[in-house]
């Protein structure tokens, strides 16, 4: 039965109707009484994570990234309409809405309990298999990545293939487990590493670098305690890579000095931190087990100094 509402006892209000969306695309609209339209969106909510496993597991690599960073920004397209459209839906609706069978507190309780428990397992669905968002607060893989950079690192990069040389690497610390290092792969499993002169060695060629302008930090220079760091620039190439290092200058060049060769075992890889005087990498701790690989960092999405470095990371 429909109970009456008399004197706007009934109201819907515009804020409530927000909230109620923002938990859930969809229930804003069925507090205001347009069930049809509420559960179209919730159900167009509910759908693009079981549309994204399954493209996912047909796609090519190359597409993966892009379906993730899509059906993320879909999903909050809907639900960031779902919030506009049902306190706009709210304002309209008449003083003396009359009540139906659904507005009743516990079943917005049970329909928030639902949506709590199927949010709480699509993100950590999504964040242990597909997508994983990271803050740097170091400038160790300075000029890529600049001090409280925010990016996401695909974890489904590796899946049918291993590191490859140019690869920026999400991996476990193997001083300390409980943190996360991003670095730089410079060499793979079978490769000889070697450091004389400064310069970097694998398999007893010397890699190649172009000197660039100080002007290419000029957008995103940085400062190390209180001290502009102050560093020569170049365009390093590796194989079919190509990628910026930074040697910084005193007194910030803590990491330098010759490395003996060695040959990166089996289901290994050696990383190092594009800023090669400061970084703590594959030179102090060995290096990296594929099995403590997160992920690849391909996208950022929250650069402090440029927004022109917004989106895929390049070199």
Known sequence: MAEVGTNGKNRRRPWLAAVLSLIMP?????????????????????MIIPILFGTLSVSHSSVRMAVIITSLLAAAAISLFAIIDSAYTATRTAAGY??????????????ILMSTGGSLQIGF???STLVEAFRVPTASNYPAIVPNDRFLANKLAYRTTDPQKGDLVVFINPEDRRANYIKRVVAVAGDTVEIKDGHLYVNDEKLQRKALPASTLDNIRIKILGEPLEADVFEETNGGAKYKIVLAKPPHDKTSGDFAKMTVPAHHCFVMGDNRNLSVDSRHFGPVPLATIKGRADYLYWPVKDWSRFGRMGN
């Open 125 to 127: 669905n999504v964040r």
């Open 26 to 46: 969809g229930m804003g609209h069925i507090y205001c009484g347009r069930m049809a339209r509420g559960i179209v969106l919730a159900f167009l909510s509910c």
């Open 98 to 111: 009359v009540l139906k069978d659904y507005n009743r507190w516990y079943i917005y309780v049970i329909l």
